[in-house]
Structures are given as C-alpha cells and as structure tokens.
C-alpha cells in the first residue's frame, strides 16, 4: 500500500519498462521512493540526497533517472530490471555521476 504519510516533495515521475509501471517519488527527506503501480506497493527506498529533492526526471526509454537536491547536488542514476517472482520490477542500480 502506498504511504500517504511521507512527506513528499510533489515530484512524481513513472517509469515504464515492458511490463513494468512503477513511479518515482522525491521526498523531502531526500529520499526517492519507487512504487509499483500494479501491485500499490513500495519496490525500493533510495537515499539520493542530504535534504529535499528538487527535481527528478526520467528518460523516456526508462534506463536512467536524474535528481536534483537541497543539498546543490544533481545525481545520474541508472535503472536496472530484475527478476522478483517471475515479474519484471524496475529497480534503481547505481549512482553514476554526482556533479
């Protein structure tokens, strides 16, 4: 189910990937949530800033993800697909580039 309690910084991005519909979410906190949309659950917490993310923004095939924060960093992150019972779940791999 889907926390309505967390503090949300009103950034909402989805990420689509074969079969895979999942959003983004940037937190005051600096963390980016993702949910999976079929499901209404939380796939994975990411620590991606030391205070509110700004921005976000999704490329349009899916593959990567760009935040900006409180904190004056702006971070690359790629996404990755895995296998979790036999279903595609769109998943945050690694921080690449924080400028």
């Known amino acids: 189910m889907i926390d309505r309690s967390a503090a949300l910084a009103g950034l909402i991005n989805t990420i689509s990937r074969g079969r895979c519909t999942q959003i983004a979410v940037g937190t005051k906190n600096g963390e980016i949530l993702i949910y999976d949309l079929a499901s209404a659950s939380l796939v994975e917490t990411v620590k991606a800033h ?28 790629d996404i990755e697909e895995k296998q979790v019972n036999g279903d595609d779940v769109c998943r945050r791999a690694t921080n690449r580039i924080s400028a």
């Open 50 to 77: 030391a205070g509110t993310v700004w921005s976000m923004h999704i490329r349009p095939d899916g593959c990567a993800l760009v935040t900006g924060g409180a904190d004056k960093d702006v971070k690359f992150w």
